[in-house]
């Protein structure tokens, strides 16, 4: 069984300083995670996925994820917060074995203040 | 490409009405998905398809039917619309391949429905 647990429902940083939202997953099998975006009003937008390849892994925007199995966790990282990246994020696992039936957390507000 | 596409963007209905929602996908894609989002609820599946004919109930899937007669279409019915199904409700799509992008899912953009 999968499970995933974003630890922060809301995150505030200042423009400029760094942004950590933290997300832990439960798997079965090597699994493939995501990090994905929410704008207001918006659908959903694909920021960066592991897949079993390189344990960092850059997406769009800036932002970064590490895999750590030992810890079960993939932290979504930028190093400069931008007004911008004001949004939502869910954290994704998918854990593969034949099945692609994602579970997503339930969600972290990023919030960006001037 | 289109993508993903959902129609229509926005519905209110009264209680015990009906409707239907379409997505539609041109990217040939075996898996859909049919999800709604509530406040701090995340995203929750109702019920989702892994090719054309078939279907099956995900975690919510009370009050809702589906129908995949089509492999790029699924459709989500409402039958007896309920206040408790006023939601955002997202489609999406998904290859179903091992590597490369074959896991990602693709989004439609929501269709925003009130249940009055």
């Known amino acids: 069984a999968q499970s995933v647990t974003q630890l922060d429902s809301h995150v505030s940083v200042s423009e400029g300083t760094p942004v950590l939202l933290r997300c832990n997953y439960s798997?079965?099998?090597?699994?493939?995670l995501f990090w994905y975006v929410q704008h207001p009003n918006k659908g959903l937008q694909l920021l960066l996925k592991y897949t079993s390849a390189a344990t960092l892994v850059k997406g769009i925007n800036g932002f970064e994820a590490e895999f750590k199995k030992s810890e079960t966790s993939f932290h979504l990282t930028k190093p400069s917060a931008h007004m911008s990246d004001a949004a939502e994020y869910f954290c994704v696992v998918s854990e593969g074995g034949g099945s692609y039936i994602p579970t997503f957390g339930r969600g972290t507000s990023l919030i960006v203040h001037p | 490409n289109a993508g993903v596409t959902q129609t229509p963007k926005f519905r209110v209905l009264k209680t015990g009405q009906s409707m239907t929602l379409l997505c539609a996908q041109d990217?040939?894609?075996?898996?859909m998905y049919w999800y709604r989002q509530d406040p701090g609820m995340g995203l929750r599946l109702i019920h989702y398809?892994?090719?054309?004919?078939?279907?099956a109930k995900g975690e919510v899937p009370d009050g809702y039917n589906v129908s995949r007669l089509k492999k790029q279409n699924f459709l989500l019915g409402l039958e007896s619309a309920a206040p408790s199904q006023t939601s955002v409700y997202f489609c999406a799509s998904t290859k179903g391949t091992s590597g490369g992008s074959g896991n990602e899912q693709f989004f439609g953009p929501g269709t925003r429905l009130t249940v009055l």
């Open positions: 990217m040939n894609h075996e898996y």
């Open positions: 398809s892994v090719g054309e004919g078939t279907t």
């Open positions: 798997s079965s099998y090597s699994p493939s």
